[in-house]
């Protein structure tokens, strides 16, 4: 069974940092090209950023609004996915997900549940 868990979800304050995880299980992280995605209360799912699967040569995307602020990456030994997120501003405060989808907020065969972010003083 495929499955992907979303952690590393918190409050933290303006200008601060948190990583978000993407465990996959069932397959191996690196035979798709994953997607985080948000979701602000009252608002459409928006992408944020992609890696391209292995076969595409791992390229990194970003949306303009996070460019320079997250990086996401890859640990095949761990079958994960990271999102680093820095300099976080309230703007950001949303649900985060992870996809096998590299731009659709529609797309992809599977989702995680889901971690808040919520950025506050």
């Known amino acids: 069974q495929v499955q992907f868990v979303e952690s590393g979800g918190g409050l933290v304050q303006p200008g601060g940092s948190l990583r978000l995880s993407c465990a996959a299980s069932?397959?191996?992280?690196?035979?798709?090209?994953i997607g985080w995605f948000r979701q602000a209360p009252g608002k459409e799912r928006e992408w944020v950023s992609c890696?391209?699967?292995?076969?595409?040569?791992?390229?990194?995307y970003y949306a303009d609004s996070v460019k320079g602020r997250f990086t996401i990456s890859r640990d095949n030994n761990k079958n994960t996915v990271y999102l680093q997120m820095n300099s976080l501003q309230p703007g950001d405060t949303a649900v985060y997900y992870c996809?096998?989808?590299?731009?659709?907020?529609?797309?992809?065969?599977?989702w995680g549940q889901g971690t808040q972010v919520t950025v506050s003083s």
């Open positions: 069932g397959v191996k992280v690196d035979y798709y090209s």
């Open positions: 996809a096998t989808s590299c731009r659709d907020p529609r797309g992809g065969d599977y």
């Open positions: 890696i391209s699967r292995r076969a595409g040569g791992g390229i990194t």
